[in-house]
């Protein structure tokens, strides 16, 4: 029973839970009514298959950065230490391997089914760039941190793929499905935006929370390279970035009567993050730059949920 619940904890069940919320809103929330009278052409076994490719491939990238981040974590994180630990190295590669295989297996799968290779060729880049980032990336100077942030973006980006959407051919693809594909391209835009921003920024507070054990395996991330408090401006930068997007879509929605909506990301999201950005300034300790960085995470939640309000905009 204990290597089970190290086993969840190792592959982070709660972000899993969050790509699955994040793809199955995005696509009935975001997607579906916009199809309005036109029929859905895809199947919900192959969207399925699509989340569980997400969350297999999410899962051991996981498992691949605290395969090689025992040391480091043996210094940040000694209390939530799962390889060598609780679970032996040599299950925890198998595991990795076991689930990035499933989930180009699926991916391969779908794109064979739909004809949209770019789903099977961009799932395996992901699971590329994961073993880069875990043993090379990851070290490197804001490198690791875009890696995750746009794969994070691909999170949403693949469903608009999934959708038979196409960067180039908007015009063409409504034609075809009977409904404003302009509009899921903005959409999209919105929330992969979104997505990539938050994650970049927390990605660079946790980098802060690290210093210690990223700094004696000479890591050379954002903080240790340019300092604290150059990094502190480049995380508050995207955050006001962030709130400021935030703002006018938020004004634009009060304006076209979606005043629920609004003050919903008002509330959670703009609110929340004003305060981080008011908090990161004073924060000075890993426990302070940790309680940030479950905040963000919270934020990250919020705009996700926000998708709901498509349904209901009003």
């Known amino acids: 029973m204990k290597s089970i619940v190290a086993f969840f904890k190792l592959i982070r069940w709660p972000n899993l839970v969050f790509i699955i919320i994040t793809q199955l809103l995005f696509y009935y929330c975001i997607y579906v009514p916009l199809l309005a009278n036109a029929a859905d052409t895809r199947s919900h076994i192959l969207f399925g298959m699509l989340i ?31 390889i060598d630990k609780h679970i032996k190295r040599r299950w925890a590669i198998l595991w990795h391997w076991i689930l990035s295989a499933v989930g180009m297996s699926l991916s391969t799968y779908i794109s064979f089914k739909t004809g949209l290779w770019i789903i099977s060729g961009a799932n395996f880049a992901c699971v590329v760039f994961l073993w880069f980032y875990s043993t090379t990336f990851k070290k490197k100077i804001l490198t690791g941190n875009i890696i995750i942030a746009a794969l994070t973006a691909w999170v949403i980006i693949v469903v608009y793929f999934f959708a038979g959407a196409d960067f180039f051919r908007l015009n063409g693809w409504a034609d075809i499905n009977g409904f404003n594909a302009r509009k899921l391209f903005k959409f999209t835009i919105l929330f992969s935006g979104f997505a990539f921003i938050i994650s970049l920024v927390r990605e660079v507070i946790k980098d802060m929370e690290d210093m210690d054990g990223d700094r004696k395996y000479h890591c050379r991330t954002m903080p240790i390279v340019w300092g604290v408090p150059a990094s502190k401006v480049f995380t508050a930068v995207w955050l006001v970035v962030c709130i400021a997007a935030l703002t006018t879509v938020s004004l634009y929605a009060w304006q076209a009567g979606w005043w629920l909506a609004a003050l919903y990301v008002f509330i959670f999201c703009i609110l929340p993050l004003g305060y981080i950005l008011k908090k990161l300034y004073a924060a000075a300790t890993p426990a302070q730059y940790h309680l940030l960085s479950n905040m963000v995470k919270a934020v990250t939640l919020a705009g996700i949920i926000s998708m709901l309000f498509f349904i209901f905009p009003h």
Do not use: E
């Open 52 to 82: 569980t490719a997400s969350i297999c491939i999410a899962a051991a990238g996981y498992i691949i950065n605290d395969y090689f981040d025992v040391q480091i974590d043996s210094i940040n994180k000694p209390a939530k230490l799962i």
